[in-house]
């Protein structure tokens, strides 16, 4: 069965540090695929990232990172020089190839950043 | 921009009513999803639809239902709601090729008192 874990349920951080959000997945299958959703306060959830299971390379867009570690069943997300505006909540999701699954969302980690 | 809509994005009801939450894309998506989201934020699947005609329970048990008639619309009704149907509703699609990313609406938040 798949699952998706984000240990942290809240995190509070001063304008311009650096935050990471964990994620911890669990599958049986060997191709899976691994996303990341932001969701505002406004309340959709909006896409941010997909990564398939045989690509480990770790990816940058502007302030966001994210690095994928198969060895850890891990795929974090770092945003460096955090902003107000990246105040949200943060899901991470996980969809086994086999069956062609939903998304199996973690419980969120919700960002506050403070100005 | 996902061109998924759900109306309405607020509704308030009493205990008994029925009511359908409206869910429409307008990017040909074959697959659709209905997640229902608790005040704790987590989201749950509680029905989905591969295409016309075809629709499946999710993981979490529901006492809605889902019709999919059309391509492009995927309404969830609600026979008799309860103040336990209190929540999030938020609807999804994505494409028919293997794990793409769904694009979610808005939302529907309901209150049933």
């Known amino acids: 069965a798949q699952k998706v874990t984000q240990a942290q349920t809240e995190i509070s951080v001063v304008e311009k540090e650096d935050v990471t959000l964990d994620c911890v997945y669990e599958?049986?299958?060997?191709?899976?695929?691994l996303f990341w959703y932001k969701q505002p306060p406004s309340g959709e959830l909006v896409f941010l990232i997909r990564?398939?299971?045989?690509?480990?390379q770790n990816e940058i867009s502007g302030r966001y990172s994210w690095n994928f570690q198969k060895s850890t069943s891990s795929f974090n997300f770092t945003i460096t020089a955090s902003q107000v505006v990246d105040s949200a909540v943060y899901f991470c999701a996980l969809s086994e190839a086999w069956g062609n699954t939903p998304l199996v969302f973690g419980k969120g980690t919700r960002l506050s950043v403070i100005a | 921009e996902a061109d998924i809509y759900q109306t309405p994005r607020y509704l308030v009801i009493g205990t008994g009513k029925k009511i359908t939450l409206e869910c429409s894309q307008t990017?040909?998506?074959?697959?659709m999803y209905w997640y229902q989201q608790d005040p704790g934020m987590e989201l749950h699947l509680i029905h989905y639809?591969?295409?016309?005609?075809?629709?499946e329970k999710g993981d979490l048990s529901s006492e809605s239902t889902v019709s999919r008639i059309r391509t492009e619309h995927f309404p969830l009704t609600l026979e008799s709601a309860r103040p336990s149907h209190t929540s999030q509703y938020l609807c999804?699609?994505?494409?028919?090729?293997?794990?793409?990313?769904?694009?979610f609406g808005q939302g529907t938040r309901l209150t049933v008192v």
């Open positions: 999804a699609s994505s494409e028919r090729q293997l794990n793409t990313e769904a694009f």
């Open positions: 990017m040909g998506h074959d697959k």
């Open positions: 599958t049986r299958d060997t191709t899976y695929y």
């Open positions: 639809s591969y295409g016309v005609n075809s629709t």
């Open positions: 990564r398939n299971s045989f690509d480990e």
